[in-house]
């Protein structure tokens, strides 16, 4: 009788924690989705990345043109003969 008990509550425990767990499937899907979403962030964040590069190098030319322009502006100019 304690043996068939036993084996009762081992099935019956097996088959709640079996019944209560996420499929595998599910699992997968999860993490499709996830990965989707990650890639989707990483493009935009590129994205991003290639903006201020962008910005960056018109900065820098329009600095140069500034320091041209200065460079320009406080050299005296030569006396003509």
């Given amino acids: ?6 084996i009762a509550l081992m099935l019956t425990a ?3 924690l079996a019944a209560c767990d996420k499929k595998s499937e599910d ?6 989705k996830h990965a989707e ?3 989707e962030k990483m493009s935009e964040a590129q994205d991003k990345v ?3 590069a962008k910005e960056n190098a018109e900065a820098a030319k329009a600095q140069a043109e500034s320091n041209a322009a200065a460079v320009k502006e406080a050299a005296p100019e030569a006396p003509k003969n």
């Fill in 50 to 52: 290639n903006e201020a």
């Fill in 14 to 16: 097996s088959l709640g």
């Fill in 1 to 6: 009788m304690r043996k068939t008990l036993a």
């Fill in 27 to 32: 699992k997968a899907q999860d993490a499709t």
């Fill in 37 to 39: 979403q990650a890639q």
